[in-house]
């Protein structure tokens, strides 16, 4: 089997898998709190960004890292590819990867989806290389 790995700061790889869903960083889009429940998230984003109920887009689901109702930023989750072609190698590479990967607004260059996923490794406390069948 053919694979690639990607980086992606995390400290609950399972729980990222099992979501297979993005939340922007820190579970706010733009400082809200999350909610109990999805209508309070999307109340405080609507007070938070001074606009009518009506007008928030957002989708909002349960995330368990935050034990929260947040706003989905993206299906799939965020990483970044790594030029590794062996495990070796990627955990080297990973470990020497900019640091801050969980703070970036977007999914990176390694996006990818949990049913691709072969294995994941940790390279660190709160870095983890994910092995990605091609």
């Known amino acids: 089997m053919n694979t690639y790995y990607v980086v992606r700061d995390t400290?609950?790889?399972?729980?990222?898998?099992?979501?297979n869903w993005s939340a922007f960083s820190g579970g706010s889009?733009?400082?809200?709190?999350?909610?109990?429940?999805?209508?309070?998230a999307k109340i405080n984003l609507a007070s938070q960004t001074d606009i009518e109920l009506d007008e928030v887009t957002n989708e909002f689901r349960?995330?368990?890292?935050?034990?929260?109702?947040?706003?989905?930023?993206?299906?799939?989750?965020g990483a970044y590819m790594l030029d590794s072609e062996t495990l070796?190698?990627?955990?080297?590479?990973?470990?020497?990867y900019k640091e801050g990967l969980a703070v970036i607004m977007?999914?990176?260059?390694?996006?990818?989806?949990?049913?691709?996923v072969?294995?994941?490794y940790k390279v660190k406390d709160g870095r983890y290389i994910f092995e990605i069948k091609l």
């Open 106 to 116: 977007g999914p990176g260059n390694g996006h990818f989806f949990a049913e691709d």
């Open 11 to 19: 400290e609950s790889p399972i729980e990222d898998l099992n979501r």
């Open 88 to 96: 070796g190698e990627a955990m080297k590479e990973a470990d020497e």
């Open 118 to 120: 072969v294995n994941f």
């Open 62 to 77: 349960y995330h368990p890292a935050y034990a929260k109702f947040v706003a989905v930023h993206y299906e799939g989750i």
């Open 29 to 40: 889009c733009i400082g809200e709190e999350g909610g109990e429940t999805a209508e309070e």
